[in-house]
Structures are given as C-alpha cells and as structure tokens.
C-alpha cells in the first residue's frame, strides 16, 4: 500500500512538473513574439505631440541669456530687411527725380552700412546660434544616456541594442540643428513678417490687403501636406531604426556568421533593410519638396499681381513706380520668412517623430529605484536571509520562486544548483535588487534591500557573470573598474589571487596591453580571468558567481579554485554553477527546481540522500568518464 501511495505521488509530482514546463515554454513563447525585433516597427503617434515639443523648452532654459542676445540681434537683422526696400522707394521716388547727388551719397552710405551691418549680425547669429545648439545637444545626449544607465535589465532585453543607440547618437544630431537655429530663425523670420506687415500697410494699405489675397491658400497647402510629412518621416524613422539594430546584431555575431558560410544570407537581408530605408527616405522627400514649390509658386503669383495692379492701376491702387519696386522687395520680405516658417514646420514634423522616441525612452521608469525613506547601508558582515520569498515577474503572472526561505551566515559558501529555467539566477538577481520581490523579503545583515540605497548595497557585492564584458582599454584599466581608486600593486595582488597574472605577463605591454573591443583578443578564459581579478579588486563582502568558471579549463579552473580559497574566508559567497566539482567544498548547496529549494545540505549529505542531486552528480561523473573513455580510444 505504501509503495502504491509512493507511486501515485511521483506521478502527481511528474504532471505538475510536465504542466509547469509547458506554461514555461508557453511564457517563452509569447514573449519570443512580443520582442521587438530588427524587423518590427516600433508604434507610431499619429499627430503631433505638442507636449513634447513644449519640454523642448527646458533644454534652452539654462541658455536664455545667450539667447536673448542672439534675439536682439536678429531684431537689428529684421529692421535692416525693411529699412532697405523704404531707402529703395525714397531713392526711386525722391533723390533721383530732385537730382540730388548728396543725399544720393547719403543714402549709399547708409545702404552700405546697412550691408555691412547686416553681414556682422549674420555672422554674429551663426556662430552663436551653433554654439546654443550644441549645447542643447550635448545636455540632452548627457540626459538620455545617464537615464539609459539607471533602466532595469527587462528594457534592454525586449529591444534590439541597435535600437537605443540610433536615439542617442542619430536622433539627438537631428534635432541638434532644428530645435537651436530653426527654432531662433523662426523667430526672426515672425519678427520680419509681421514688421513687413506694418510697414505695407503703412505705405498702401490697399496694396498690402491684395498682397494677402494667396495667403488662405499657402495655409491649405502647408495644411495638406503636413499630415502626409509626418507619416513619411515617422515611417522613415522606424526603418532606419530597423536597420541600425540588424547592423549592430550582425556585427556583434560576425564569428558566427563566417563560422556557418552564412554571408550571403546576412547581406541578402542587409539589403532587405537597407532597401526599406532607402524607399522610405525618397519617399520622404518627395514629399518634403512638395512644400517648396507650392510656396514659391504663390509668391510667384503674388509679385506678379502687385506689378499687374501697380502698373494697370486697377481696384482701387494708384502708386508710384518708388511705391511698386517697394512693395515687390516687401513681398520678398513677406514671402521669404513665410517660406522659411515653412521650411522650419517640415523640420518641426520630422523632429516631432524623434522626439516622439526620445522622450519615449527619457519616459521610462526604472522598476528599481531608491524608496523615498532608503538609508545607506553601513559596513556589512554579510548575513543573508530570504523569508519565504515569493518573486513573479508581471502581477498576476506565474510563480518564478515560490516561498524561497533559507538563512546564510557572513562568511559562509553557499552553491545553488539545479536545471536551468530553475531559479537560481533570479535568487542572486533580489539579492543584488535588479529585482523586486512580489511577496517576503530579502535582507542583508537584518536590512530589507528595499529601504537601503542601490548605490551602499552594490557597492558591497561583486557579481561575475558567465557572459563576462570587457571594456575597450587596457588590461589595468579594466581590472581597476571594480575601484578606480586601487593602486597598481593592489591591481597585480588581485591578477596573482586569481592567478591571471600568468597570462597577463605574457601579454605583449603586460598590464598595459591594449584590449580590443569586448575582449576579442582574449580567449573567454582570459576574459574571465580579467574580470574575476576585478570583481575581487572592489574587496566585496558579498560574491556571487554565476557560471563563473564554465569557459575556463580543468587545469586553470584548478589553480584559480586555489588562490580564491583563501579569498572566500570571510566573504559571504554565493556560487552558481552546473560543473559540480567546483562546489564540493562549499558549507551549503541549495538544489533549485521549479522555484523553490527541493534539497539542501553539504556535498555529502546530498550524495547520502540519493535524490535529485546524487542524480545530477552520477549523470555528470557519467559523461566524465565516458568523455575520457572516448579521449583516451582516440589517443
């Protein structure tokens, strides 16, 4: 009866375990087709965001006394636009009727003051105008990318890294130009507009009322057009974001690429994307162009009436010829900025599209950050409690841990083992707080991690990954990324402790040889090495290794398991690891599956136990042994 009962609750355990599989693979499933990958758009606003336009404005704020000088000048710059068509009349009308050749000279002279001026002011409002400019730049790339810095892991996992780049480099370098100088051109161009305005209504009102007469239709043009610009642009934007994360995918796996002979493949899509890019963009522009002619022709049509009415003397108008050469320079003058405020409205529509993603990306709230009463975590010794934890990713999702408890004393080894999809990373991921619990607590020397600051609780833990970054630099320069303030001493005392010295000695410069972006010119063992050496340089009271050791060899796994046992006394440790021969030594091994801790004790308690563990240790000395049956035929 008893071995009856025994086999009914296996099969239970054996369904429940089959059900939790499938709603993983399920979940994994889903989110597969939810990414946002190089070949999905990203969603598009349809109209244009005035909101984001307006926080624009807090941008120019910190230079808005650079920019009233630049105003004032572009108010002298406006004034000299209508002051010459008015000299232009008085001249035609005046001087050369009345033969005077002094006040012909007068004259003169003030026109070539005003040029000169005028020249002075342009440049002034150039150089000036650039400056601003590249200011805004620079604050707004600063912001976006310290922000980037702070967002949780689930960001840069559900989009292309692509992607985010093209927002801090592309994006930010076009609206660089249209937020600093279109916007204060713009400016200057309404000043222009409406002095012209006054001073034709000034000197003819009738005239000036006829001149407005295509004004309506320039409205309906601009109108029509801009919808169907936004479209094109945002489309665009998409596409050359698109493009710009398959180009850093396949450059990230090029080995891989040139291992399969999968070249023509990777261009055949290349060129799919670039493809896109390039229809998008023509149709853009032809789009685009479309604002300008239209504009050009209503000026066009404009002038030509002012002649027609000033010279047939018809509706009322009655000028002279002084008035007429006036009134077309005006119209110029009335036209010209109008085209301009055009120009600046096609700018405003293509930026508003990548402000749309900027802001996008500034708008995203970091899941983890500090609670408004967080303290700083004093000095630790390293006690580490999980009570009865309880983590989900999404509310109302599945259990990913399910009431997690166990207690590590400071100073103590602990291993957690177990199948992947387990658990086990996401145990040490709340202890570091990338994440946070859905229900118990996790705390650090009676501390709940939740009201210590982010900054005081990492700084006390080093964490070393399977997939190991290193930075473009040296060798030194990277060790000393785990505290910038350690000596050169300290640096090669922590390469000896992990025995990375050896290697590193080597090396062509030593220390100081250059290191190719994210290590390439290493092999991954050396890589880890590095970043072990640095992980161990910041001194941490915490150390968690995730696969730390799976890409280095027998032999110098066993000389780096040398010189770090004496650097885990004392240093509350958690290891991650499938290779079971590097967790032997340590006080506790956890057994994760399923979310939760199945078996626990030291190595030879589990082996005694004959469960789940001493299954996975006989598996794994199998594969040894017939690993080395085969390696030893060969021979």
Known sequence: ???????????????????????????????????????????????????????????????????????????????????????????????????????????????????????????YRTVSITLVGQLLLKDMRRQLFTHIQTLPFSYFDSRPHGKILIRVVNYVNTLSDTLSSGLISVISDVFTFIITLIVMFAIDWKLALWSLLLFPA???????????????????????????????ESIAGVKTTQTFAQERSQFRTFQEQQSDVRASWMKAVHIQFLMWPGVQVISSMTIALIYYLGIMHVAGVSVTTGVLIAFVGYANNFWNPVINIGNFYNQLITCSAYLERIFETLDVKSEIHNSAHAVELPQIRGQVDFNDVVFRYEPGGRNILNLVDFHVKPGKTVALVGPTGAGKTTIVNLLSRFYDVAE???????????????DSLRRQMGVMLQDTFIFTGTIKDNIRYGRLDATDEEIIAASKAVHADEFIKGLPHGYDTYIEERGSTLSSGQRQLVAFARVLLADPRILILDEATSSIDTQTEEALQAGLAHLLKGRTSFIIAHRLSTIESADEIFYIDYGRIVEHGTHQELLAMKKAYYRLYESQYAMIKTANGIGNSQQ
Not at 225 to 247: G, I, M
Not at 440 to 454: E, F, I, M
């Open 440 to 454: 118990g607590s996790v705390k650090v020397d009676g501390y709940d991690v939740r009201d210590v600051t982010l």
């Open 218 to 248: 320039l409205m309906v043009w601009v109108r029509i057009l801009q919808h169907f610009q936004r479209r094109a642009y945002q489309v665009l934007s998409n596409k050359q974001s698109n493009l710009n994360a398959y180009v850093h």
């Open 1 to 123: 009866m008893a071995k009856h009962n025994d086999k009914l609750d296996q099969e239970r355990i054996e369904h429940q375990e089959q059900r939790i599989n499938q709603e993983r693979n399920d979940k994994e499933s889903q989110g597969a087709q939810q990414r946002n990958t190089f070949r999905e758009d990203e969603e598009l606003e349809e109209q244009i965001n005035i909101h984001d336009i307006a926080r624009v404005g807090a941008y120019l704020k910190p230079y808005l006394g650079k920019v009233m000088k630049i105003l004032i000048v572009v108010i002298v710059m406006s004034c000299i636009d209508v002051a010459i068509p008015y000299l232009t009349k008085i001249v035609i009308d005046s001087v050369i009727p009345s033969k005077s050749i002094r006040n012909l000279l007068i004259l003169g002279a003030a026109f070539l003051v005003a040029v000169i001026a005028y020249e002075l002011c342009l440049r």
